[in-house]
């Protein structure tokens, strides 16, 4: 089993950047793939990003390809988010999650954070 926790949202104007982080708890984080998923207010939760377990391949929703960035750390448990040029669209909370797929789709998910709140200003 593998718990989840992420950090590192706030508050930021339109054009700045933001790192998130998702720190994993277990000894088999190295073994799943991870993807962060993001959900407004009255959405759906929406694909973000996913890295697969040796971090040699990524994947991106179009809206944020070319501004963020998905990297992990298997030495430390931990998976990123880079998010720069950040836009008022991007408000969301964000959540990391770990599959046994590289996959998109949010029900191929087992595990899942609580969420950090990302909030841009125009």
């Known amino acids: 089993q593998v718990q989840l926790v992420e950090s590192g949202g706030g508050l930021v104007q339109a054009g700045g950047s933001l790192r998130l982080s998702c720190a994993a708890s277990?000894?088999?984080?190295?073994?799943?793939?991870m993807g962060w998923f993001r959900q407004a207010p009255g959405k759906d939760r929406d694909f973000v990003a996913v890295?697969?377990?040796?971090?040699?391949?990524?994947i991106y929703a179009d809206s944020v390809k070319g501004r963020f960035t998905i990297s992990r750390d298997n030495a430390k448990n931990t998976v990123y988010l880079e998010m720069n040029n950040l836009k008022p669209e991007d408000t969301a909370v964000y959540y990391c999650?770990?599959?046994?797929?590289?996959?998109?789709?949010?029900?191929?998910?087992?595990?899942w954070g609580q969420g950090t709140q990302v909030t841009v200003s125009s």
């Open positions: 999650a770990a599959s046994n797929g590289f996959v998109k789709y949010t029900s191929a998910y087992d595990y």
């Open positions: 277990g000894r088999t984080f190295g073994k799943y793939a």
């Open positions: 890295i697969n377990w040796s971090g040699s391949r990524t």
